[in-house]
């Protein structure tokens, strides 16, 4: 079992920075391959940005050039490095896991219980 949790959310106003993270324990053999995903009320969960065991990175177009995900494979910790926020960026971000690099697909198998992040105009 895979138990993640994130941190890092708040508000912040549009054009800040934020940095999330999700710390991984447990059988960490399950979490070479990395995302996050935000979901906002009304809408269906869209991946951010993911990693995957070989370091590759993906993310959504809606992020590119804005947020930057990391890993530290020493501490089993995922990053997510938010700049020049947007008010659509306000949601719940969630940190996901598995062994299978579904990038930006939901479906990783294990999942954090989600950081909330607002974001003002």
């Known amino acids: 079992q895979v138990h993640l949790v994130e941190s890092g959310g708040g508000s912040v106003q549009a054009g800040g920075s934020l940095r999330l993270s999700c710390a991984a324990s447990?059988?960490?053999?399950?979490?070479?391959?990395m995302g996050w995903f935000r979901q906002s009320p009304g809408k269906e969960r869209e991946g951010v940005a993911a990693i995957d065991s070989n370091g590759d990175t993906s993310y959504a177009d809606s992020v590119k050039g804005r947020f930057t995900i990391s890993k530290d494979n020493a501490t089993n910790t995922l990053y997510l490095q938010m700049t020049s926020l947007k008010p659509e960026d306000t949601a719940m971000y969630y940190c996901a896991a598995d062994n299978a690099a579904y990038r930006l697909w939901p479906g990783y198998k294990f999942w954090g219980q989600g950081t909330h992040v607002t974001v003002s105009s």
């Open positions: 447990g059988y960490t053999y399950s979490t070479s391959c």
